[in-house]
């Protein structure tokens, strides 16, 4: 079947974690600390945790993915050979390794992840006040996490108070974020690759959707049917599911998934596979009895036409805002040929008429997170320009409300999106996520070939 013989296809694919810290320590001032927490474990209810997912900056950084983790970039002096990295971890445990599993302990995080240092997680206290002692500056991120941000201000605190016996608190705290955000924008080649593979999965949800989808089935079973190739692959979903049938795919976050799907409804589905910590993220809009109505194919034909303009303005140089201001235009020009809107096209474009319909940007970048970082303006406020092996996502779409008095009847509840992944190349974008069909003759075709 389909996944064993892809998946055998993919070599394994390992980043180079190691270069990715030295590309780091290589930005930093001299005399400066890097201090980049794991994320905490996290109840669901009462004793439950939810299952546990490191954070994309630190497994960016480190490949380590235990919980009760931090990882310290150490820039003694001008010389590579003061440079250090040191993981603070937990200890082996073999009682604990029973009931969670295994743990690369102290000497794991230096044979396997090429640390130059382990240190105990119950030492972090203790270790970090010394480290932190005598910097010129400390890159590290706040404000994400209450009880990290108290931690290291008891440590600041710490040095505070033993100044007189010669104690030097660090002098600048620069925000870490903006230096890491911006090497993860940039996507080098082996990202790619894992984002294809990530889009390559996430697109085989999407096809068995439209091949299992029929009148009567409610939502969450449809969604069942997306996710099993995911789970097939190994891979989590990307973000939660969206399977809003006919009016519930104007609810923009709409993750409920409990209704059933109608004959002559159409089905919005918003799903992606996440593939070794990289995100797809697909969105495709189709009828849930295989066949297009007269008013659903003009809505949809429109959608298309504004992605397909989207798609072809992600060029090299372009501002990355740009494609937005295209799905704009093609989205009210077509309102109004379908009389959706009246009026004057610059006046609806400028005095955001369209928003009634069309409510939301046209993507974002794609990468570890979904909503991927990277700053989206540079430092004059000016929107940046697009740079090879950036990926975005484009996801233009229209949303007639169900209690919209101002439409005809027929058009009232529709709610369509088409989302796919592209990446920046020179010669024009690349098309992550292309081999789920996304016009009406290749989706009403695929439909036809059932899966039972
Ligand atoms: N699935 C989230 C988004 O499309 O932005
Ligand atoms: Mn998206
Ligand atoms: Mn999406």
């Not at 505070?160 to 230096?179: M, N, S, T, Y």
């Not at 690759?193 to 085989?204: P, T, Y």
């Not at 379908?338 to 970048?365: K, P």
């Not at 007639?400 to 010669?427: F, H, K, L, Q, S």
Request: proline share 4%.
């Amino acid at each position: 079947d389909w996944v064993n013989e892809k998946l055998l296809q993919f070599q394994p694919l390992m980043p180079d974690f190691a270069a990715r810290r030295r590309r780091l320590l290589a930005q930093l001032a001299p005399n400066s600390l890097v201090i980049l927490a794991s994320r905490a474990e996290m109840l669901r209810n009462h004793d439950a945790d939810y299952k546990y997912r490191p954070d994309s900056s630190f497994y960016y950084l480190t490949g380590f993915a235990e919980p009760e983790a931090l990882l310290c970039l150490h820039n003694t002096a001008k010389n590579d050979l003061e440079q250090m990295s040191i993981l603070f971890c937990r200890e082996r445990n073999p009682e604990r390794e029973i009931w969670d599993g295994l743990r690369a302990g102290l000497e794991g995080a230096v044979t396997q992840f090429g640390m130059d240092c382990a240190l105990p997680i119950d030492d972090l206290d203790n270790e970090m006040v010394t480290l932190l002692n005598g910097k010129n500056r400390v890159y590290v991120r706040l404000g994400y996490d209450a009880a990290f941000d108290a931690r290291f201000s008891r440590w600041l605190q710490t040095l505070h108070g033993r100044q007189r016996q010669g104690a030097k608190p660090p002098l600048e705290i620069v925000a870490l974020d903006a230096i890491l955000d911006e090497m993860r924008l940039i996507k080098d080649a082996t990202e790619i690759e894992l984002m294809r593979r990530a889009a390559f999965i996430s697109a085989q949800g999407h096809m068995r959707a439209m091949q299992t989808v029929r009148p009567g089935l409610p939502e969450y079973a449809l969604e069942a049917e997306v996710v099993y190739p995911y789970m097939r692959a190994g891979c989590p979903v990307a973000y939660n599911s969206i399977v809003g049938g006919g009016k519930n795919a104007c609810i923009l976050h709409y993750v409920e998934n409990n209704q059933i799907l109608k004959n002559g409804d159409l089905v919005l589905i918003d799903a992606g596979a996440e593939y070794e910590y990289y995100a797809g993220d697909i969105s495709r809009t189709f009828p849930v009895n295989g066949t297009f109505s007269p008013e659903q194919k003009q809505l949809y034909q429109l959608v298309l036409d504004a992605q397909l303009a989207a798609i072809d303005a992600l060029q090299v140089g372009q501002s990355c805002k740009a494609y937005h201001h295209v799905a704009v235009r093609v989205l009210t020009q077509g309102l109004l040929q379908l009389g959706l809107l009246t009026g004057e096209l610059e006046d609806l474009i400028d005095n955001h008429g369209y928003r009634e319909f069309y409510m939301h940007g046209t993507g974002h970048w794609l990468g570890m997170d979904v909503h991927d970082v990277g700053a989206y303006y540079d430092a004059d406020e000016q929107p940046r320009l697009l740079q090879e092996n950036m990926v975005l996502t484009v996801e233009p779409g229209l949303y007639i409300a169900p209690d919209n008095m101002n439409v005809e009847a027929r058009w009232r509840g529709m709610g369509i999106r088409i989302e796919d992944d592209v990446r920046i190349t020179r010669n024009g974008p690349e098309i992550l996520t292309a081999a789920v069909p996304k016009t009406i003759e290749a989706i009403e075709a695929l439909m036809q070939k059932r899966l039972e």
